[in-house]
C-alpha cells in the first residue's frame, strides 16, 4: 500500500515545473522508476503500434526478409540460414498445408527438437494463420496423449530424432485419427514422409490473403505449462500476445545488430516466446543450440560474438562449475537475460563471465503482467512502485496469504490485504476489462478461473494469479521468496525454500540445494529436507556433515534447519533446469524407499547422522517431533 510521502510523489507526477533533482531529494529511489517509464513506455508504443496495423510475428518476419534477405537469422551447428533461405522453407511449409483446408485459428501441433525446421514450421503454417502447438519432445505415455488432445491438434508434425519417433509411435491408437508427418524418412504405415513432401514443394509465396481473418485474438501457438501440478495446459499466445512478447527486449533497447545465444527449448516460452518473438521483430539473429552445455556455452558466445545471451533456472549455477579459463570474460555481451538466477550466485557469476548487465525478470507464459530489473539490482526480479503502478493499465498487487492453504486472506470487507515492505505477498496481475472475455489456457471456463482472483481491492475486479510469492524492499525492487506449494510450515513458522537453498549454498562445498517439505507421521505441518549436490571434488564424510550442520544451525532459524538431508546421484530439474521437487516430496525420508545416502539433523552429536532402516525408528523417539 502507497504510504503519504507515496501518494504526494503520485500527486506531484503531474505538477508543472516539479523538477527532477526535488523529487530524488525526497524520493531517492525515483531515478529507477525513470529507467524503466522510459523503456516501458517504449515498448508499450511499439506494442500498441504493430497491434493497430496489424504487424503480428509473420509479418515482422516478411518484413526482416524484404529489408535483408541474406543476413543471417538462424546460426546452428555452424550453418548460416538467411532470413531468405527460412523464408523459402517456410513458404514450403504453407503450400503444403494449404491442401489440408484448415481454417484460420485451426492448430497444428510440432515435436520437434532445437533445430531450424522447427522455427521455418512454425512460421510456414503462421503464413496461412494456423496455430501452432509448440510439443515436448520429451513427454510420452499419458502426458503426451494428453497434450494433443488438449490442443485439439489437427494434424502433428514430428522431427527426425528416433526418440520422438518412439515416442509417438506408443500412443499412436490413442491420440486420435490425425494425419502424422514425420521427419527423418519412411516411417512406415501410419505416417506421411514430411523429407518427400518439403522436397517436392515450391518455394513460392502464399498469397497474405489467404490470412486475413487473423485478428489479434486469433490463437498464435500454444506454449505448455511444465505439468508439475497436474498434466501440461495449453497457454494460449494470441497473435496479440505474440506481439507484446516480441517487444519485452526492448526494455533493454534490443536491436537488429545484436546477436541472441539461445540454448533452452523451443517449446518452453523462454526461447520459442521471447528468444524467437523478439528475433523476428527486431531482424535479428539466434544462436541456436540443440541443447545446454556448460563447457560449450562461452566457447561459442565467444565464436559467434554473442551480445545478448538467455539464461534459465540453474543454467548460470551450472556455468559456474566450469573450470575458470582467462577467457572467461572476454567477449561482446552487453546483457544476460533470464529468471531463475539466484542471488546466492550473482554477484560471482557478474564477475567472473564480465557481463555488464544482468536484467533478471519475472513473469509467466499465461499471465498479464511481467516484471524486470533493469537496474542491476542484485537478486531482484523486477520492480513494484506506487508510481509506476498508478500509471501501469495492468497493475501489480502483492497480497497477504495463507501459507498453508494458499488461500488469500481477505478484510472483514471480503477484499485482500496488500502487504508491506519486507513482507511475503501472493503476486497479481489486474486482468484488464477488454482481456476479461479472453481465456489463459485452451479448455473450459474452469481451469481458466481456477487462476482467477476476484473482488480482490473491489467489487467486480479481477486479477490473474501468479501463485508466486515475492517481497519488496525500501527502493520498491521486488525479489521471488517461493513458489506457493513450496513454502511449508513447521513448528508454526514459515519456511521459504528458496531462502534456505540460497543459505545452504553459501557454504563452498555445496554447488546446490534443493529444499523442500516432507511430511512426519505425527507432527503437523511439514518438515525440511534438502537434496544436496556437493561439489565436483567435494565427497561425503564426517566433517563435511558437521560442516553442513554447524552451516545450517549459525545461519537458520531453528525451524528452517534442514531436518533431512539426501545426496542424489543425479541433480533433479526439469527440461528448462529448473528445480524439479514433486517427486522428491513424494519420496518423503524413508530409508527403505531411497537408494541415496540420508542423514538426519543429529543436535546431540552436533552433525548430520545416517539415517538407515536400522537406526529409522531410533532416530523417531529420540528427536521427540
Known sequence: MASKRDKIL?????????????????????????TMMKHGSKAGKLILRDNETGRYLIKMFEEAVEKHPKKAFVIFEDRVYSYEFMNEQANKVANIAAKWGLKVGECVAIMIENEPS??????????????????????????????????EAKVL????????????????SEIGHIPIYAEGGDRGAGYESWDKLMFAALPVPVCPSVRQEMGFSTPCCYIFTSGTTGLPKPAIITQAKGVGI?????????????????????????????????????GSTMILKRKFSA???????????????????????????????????????????????????????????????????????????????????????????????????TPKLLVKVEI???????????????????????????????????QFYKGGKEINEKKILRNVLKEGDAYFNFGDMLTMDSDYFVYFKDRIGDTF?????????????????????????????????????????????????VTITPQILKDIFHHAKENLPSYARPLFLRFPKEQAVTTTLKQQKTQLRKEGFQPQDIDDPLYYY????????????????????????
Not at 503520485?10 to 527532477?20: D, E, F, K, L, N
Not at 514430428?158 to 500412443?171: L, N, R, Y
Not at 548430520?608 to 528427536?623: A, I
Open 404 to 438: 498453508d492453504t494458499g488461500d488469500v486472506i481477505r478484510d472483514k470487507n471480503g477484499h485482500c490485504i496488500p502487504v508491506k515492505v519486507g513482507e511475503p505477498g501472493l503476486l497479481l496481475g489486474a486482468i484488464p476489462f477488454y482481456y476479461q472475455d479472453m
Open 10 to 34: 503520485i500527486g506531484a507526477a503531474g505538477t508543472v515545473g516539479a523538477g527532477i533533482l526535488s523529487w530524488r531529494m525526497f524520493f531517492p529511489w525515483i531515478g529507477y522508476d525513470l
Open 489 to 537: 510450515r513447521w513448528k508454526g513458522e514459515n519456511v521459504a525454500t528458496y531462502e534456505v537453498s540460497n543459505v545452504l549454498t553459501k557454504l563452498n562445498v555445496i554447488h546446490d540445494a534443493n529444499v523442500y517439505g516432507v511430511e512426519i507421521p505425527g507432527s503437523e505441518g511439514r518438515a525440511g529436507m534438502a537434496a544436496i549436490h556437493l561439489e565436483d571434488n
Open 295 to 393: 563447457h560449450q556455452y562461452f566457447a561459442d558466445i565467444r565464436k559467434y560474438n554473442v551480445t545478448v545471451m538467455q539464461y534459465i533456472g540453474e543454467l548460470c549455477r551450472y556455468l559456474l562449475t566450469v573450470p575458470p579459463n582467462p577467457l572467461d570474460g572476454k567477449h561482446k555481451v552487453r546483457v544476460a537475460v533470464g529468471n531463475g538466477l539466484r542471488a546466492d550466485i550473482w554477484e560471482n557469476f557478474k564477475e567472473r563471465y564480465n557481463i555488464p548487465n544482468i536484467c533478471e525478470f519475472f513473469g509467466a507464459t499465461e499471465g498479464t503482467i511481467a516484471l524486470m530489473n533493469l537496474s542491476n539490482r542484485v537478486g531482484s526480479c523486477g520492480r513494484y512502485s506506487p508510481l509506476i503502478n498508478r500509471m501501469d493499465p
Open 118 to 151: 522447427f522455427i521455418w514450421t512454425f512460421l510456414g503454417l503462421q503464413k496461412l494463420g494456423i496455430a501452432v502447438a509448440f510439443i515436448n519432445f520429451h513427454i510420452r505415455g499419458q502426458p503426451l496423449i494428453h497434450t494433443i488432445k488438449a490442443c
Open 157 to 172: 508434425i514430428i522431427g527426425s530424432d528416433d526418440k520422438i519417433f518412439h515416442s509417438v509411435d506408443e500412443v499412436r
Open 246 to 282: 516480441s517487444k519485452f527486449f526492448q526494455l533493454f533497447d534490443f536491436m537488429p545488430s545484436d546477436i541472441l545465444y539461445t540454448c533452452t527449448p523451443l517449446y518452453h516460452s523462454a526461447a520459442g516466446g521471447l528468444g524467437l518473438m523478439n528475433t523476428l521483430d527486431q
Open 602 to 625: 543429529d543436535e546431540q552429536n552436533k552433525t548430520y547422522s545416517p539415517l538407515t532402516v536400522d537406526t529409522y525408528g531410533q532416530f523417531l523417539t529420540k528427536s521427540k517431533l
